[in-house]
């Protein structure tokens, strides 16, 4: 999945939105993602501690869109307003780490995950981040693109919740894979983030390497 390179075909959710909040801050905006992106990470964590909670996969991945639209929202409201800056750049994607920390650590550390397999995974996602901002930091075009980037992992994190919820409704919560390894639903995504992060990252390094060999 690539779906930070088609970022402008939602333009027409966000625009109108951002055009009647143009004069709210857009760190408020920003704050409102990230206070949103840590509730869906408590959802999605106490969603497994007990069967009666199963519920709140659902309501976490709604938090999670909600706050992945939030995320959106900020940046374009500060284009808008003319309040854009190096600033407001910064403390974004320093927002955009901690939420995904709080989104994504939230199933790592639950009982939906291998705990080894949240790990791998949570690096996988952290240096994705860091070599797309690191290409910039040395002078070569910034980084969005690649196998599994921010927009990708926000819509992963809606849709496998809602999986996992409507797979144990079916009485199908788990899968055997060749019947030595039981994994859940949420545990593939995280599998997925663990093997396609890395790679997204490596993939990162390899065209910036190439980037800054052109400019020599």
């Given at each position: 999945m690539v779906l930070d390179g088609h970022r402008s075909k939602v333009e027409f959710a966000i625009t109108p939105v951002a055009k009647r909040l143009i004069n709210v801050d857009p760190n408020k905006i920003s704050w409102i993602g990230l206070i949103l992106a840590f509730i869906s990470?408590?959802?999605?964590?106490?969603?497994?501690?007990k069967d009666a909670w199963h519920w709140m996969l659902i309501a976490g991945?709604?938090?999670?869109?909600?706050?992945g639209y939030?995320?959106?929202?900020?940046?374009?409201?500060?284009?808008?307003?003319?309040?854009?800056?190096?600033?407001?750049?910064?403390v974004d994607h320093v927002f955009d780490r901690y939420a995904d920390m709080f989104m994504i650590g939230?199933?790592?550390?639950?009982?939906?995950?291998?705990p080894y397999i949240g790990m791998v995974a949570l690096v996988g996602v952290l240096l994705t981040s860091y070599m797309g901002t690191q290409a910039q930091a040395v002078g070569a075009p910034r980084l969005y693109a690649g196998l599994?980037?921010?927009a990708d992992r926000v819509v992963l994190t809606t849709l496998f919740p809602i999986i996992q919820f409507t797979a144990l409704w079916l009485g199908h919560g788990y899968i055997d894979v060749f019947g030595y390894i039981t994994l859940s639903w949420l545990e593939i995504m995280m599998l997925w983030f663990a093997v396609i992060g890395n790679l997204t990252a490596v993939q990162r390094v390899i065209v910036t390497w190439k980037n800054m060999s052109k400019e020599e």
């Open positions: 990470g408590l959802l999605l964590y106490f969603s497994g501690t991945a709604a938090v999670v869109i909600v706050s939030f995320d959106a929202l900020d940046g374009k409201v500060a284009k808008l307003a003319g309040k854009a800056s190096k600033k407001g750049d910064y939230g199933v790592a550390i639950s009982a939906w995950c291998n599994l980037g921010r």
